[in-house]
């Protein structure tokens, strides 16, 4: 057992809690080089974190350790597409993140219509505008809505609570043609916001992150 099988449960709806527990995950794991190599290493033996490390609209990422038990997983977001970041959108769960190369502008946003459901970018006011560098850290809630402008060498720890909703939402009126989506995984598939990594695009995450000197 390492240190992370004794994080306490996300399964809270208190955020302050969310963002204690979080904070002192990602600050630890971001100290903790043998043990973030070793998780990412045991990727492509594990189907579960393999079929999670996903490529998306938005970025790349590893699923490099889950605990469904405890209601969380821990991410590493990287090779973010900087064409398709400038869309307001929230997410279905809390989350924390913390910056460990690059940056982005980050915009947190205030709904004019409501917490719930579908919004356009009117229904959106800018509310709080930072500039996150590597070591900082932030966490949001489920209801919030952001959008983060990144460098291109961004590479983020990046940890979610449980589910909190059905779907997640955004501006769909600025989101990304589909012509800027990922590329299908197998010739003849459509292409998709989000679908599962290869073993060959699995590899060349590693080799990033290592390039990077993230991880050994």
């Not at 605990?67 to 973010?80: C, D, H, K, W």
Request: with cysteine.
């Amino acid at each position: 057992m390492s240190w992370l099988d004794r994080i306490p449960s996300l399964d809270t709806p208190d955020l302050r809690e969310v963002q204690r527990i979080s904070r002192d995950l990602l600050d630890r794991l971001a100290e903790d080089r043998k043990l973030l190599t070793q998780l990412v290493d045991e990727i492509p033996d594990d189907a579960e974190r393999l079929a999670n490390s996903r490529i998306t609209l938005l970025l790349n990422r590893l699923s490099v350790y889950r605990a469904p038990e405890r209601g969380f997983e821990v991410r590493m977001n990287m090779n973010p597409r900087l064409d398709n970041q400038r869309f307001p959108h929230d997410h279905c769960y809390a989350f924390a993140t913390r910056i460990l190369t690059g940056g982005y502008v980050h915009v947190v946003g205030r709904r004019t219509d409501g917490w719930e459901g579908p919004f356009s970018g009117d229904d959106v006011e800018r509310g709080i505008v930072t500039i996150e560098r590597p070591g900082s850290s932030y966490t949001l809630g489920h209801p919030m809505v952001h959008q983060a402008v990144m460098e291109p060498d961004t590479v983020t720890l990046f940890v979610r609570g449980p589910r909190r909703k059905r779907v997640s939402n955004a501006a769909v009126e600025l989101m990304p043609s589909r012509d800027t989506w990922p590329a299908p995984a197998e010739p003849g598939a459509d292409a998709a916001e989000s679908r599962p990594a290869t073993v060959d695009e699995y590899r060349l995450m590693r080799s990033y992150l290592s390039q990077r000197d993230l991880i050994d």
